[in-house]
C-alpha cells in the first residue's frame, strides 16, 4: 500500500495557483518526498522533490511542514497542460518507490 | 527529455505465447525498472536492475523474467503470456546517487493486449 495519502481529485481554474496536498505520516527521516505527475497516456514525469527544506523550480514549488508529516505541491499559474494525475512517494534509497492512485487534477478554461 | 525509448509501443499477442519487451536508454544510468499500470492501481514494480547482469524483483515478479547484458538495455520477457498481464508497461531509469538518487524517468509506455 502507498504510504502517503491524497485527495483523489481537485479543480483549478487556468491561471490560478493549484495547491495539491499529500499527507505521509509515517515518512522516515531518510526519505525524501517525490512529486510526479502523468498525464494521459504518457509515461510519469518527474517534477520535484525534497527532504525538509521548500523547494522550487521550474516547473513547481514543494512546501513540506516542519514535521514533515505532509506537503503541498503548487503549481503557480495553472494551465490547461497541467491537467493530470498527481503523484506524491516517499523515497529512500531502497529502489522500490510505492505509488498510490495520486490526486487528478482538472484544470479549467 | 530523458532518453529512454521501449518497443514496441503496442503489441497484441495470444495466451501462451512469449513476448519480450525491450527498453533501451542512452543516459548511462545504473539503474532501471519495469512497471506495469492498470486501472484501480498504481504503478507497480515487476523488476529492477542495478547494474549490467545484475537484477531484483519488485511486487509484482511472478511469470516475468528480465535480463540486461548491456548498461543501455532492460529486457522484459513474458515467458508465456496470460490474459492477466494485459496492462501498459513502462521502463524507468535513474542514477541512483546524490540527492536525486530516486529521481526516476519514465518512457514512453507499451501498451500489451494479451488474448
Known amino acids: 500500500d502507498a504510504k502517503t495519502t491524497q485527495p483523489t481529485s481537485m479543480d483549478c481554474a487556468e491561471g490560478r495557483a493549484a495547491n495539491l496536498p499529500c499527507n505521509h505520516s509515517t515518512i522516515s527521516g531518510n526519505e525524501y518526498v517525490y512529486w510526479y505527475r502523468q498525464i494521459h497516456s504518457q509515461g510519469p514525469q518527474y517534477i520535484i522533490h525534497g527532504l525538509k527544506n521548500n523547494e522550487t523550480n521550474e516547473m513547481a514549488s514543494l512546501i513540506i511542514t516542519e514535521d514533515r508529516k505532509s506537503s503541498t505541491l503548487i503549481l503557480p499559474h495553472a494551465t490547461l497542460r497541467d491537467t493530470a494525475v498527481y503523484y506524491c512517494?516517499?523515497?529512500?534509497?531502497?529502489?522500490?518507490?510505492?505509488w498510490g492512485l495520486g490526486t487528478s487534477l482538472a484544470v479549467n478554461p | 527529455d530523458a532518453g529512454i525509448t521501449q518497443s514496441p509501443r503496442h503489441k497484441v499477442t495470444e495466451t501462451g505465447t512469449p513476448v519480450t519487451l525491450r527498453c533501451h536508454q542512452t543516459?548511462?544510468?545504473?539503474?532501471m525498472y519495469w512497471y506495469r499500470q492498470d486501472p484501480g492501481h498504481g504503478l507497480r514494480l515487476i523488476h529492477y536492475?542495478?547494474?549490467?547482469?545484475?537484477?531484483d524483483k519488485g511486487e509484482v515478479s511472478d511469470g516475468y523474467s528480465v535480463s540486461r547484458s548491456k548498461t543501455e538495455d532492460f529486457l522484459l520477457t513474458l515467458e508465456s503470456a496470460t490474459s492477466s498481464q494485459t496492462s501498459v508497461y513502462f521502463c524507468a531509469i535513474s542514477e541512483g546517487v546524490g540527492a536525486r538518487q530516486e529521481t526516476q524517468y519514465f518512457g514512453p509506455g507499451t501498451r500489451l493486449l494479451v488474448l
Open positions: 512517494i516517499n523515497a529512500g534509497n531502497n529502489r522500490k518507490l510505492i
Open positions: 536492475s542495478y547494474g549490467v547482469k545484475d537484477t
Open positions: 543516459e548511462n544510468h545504473r539503474y
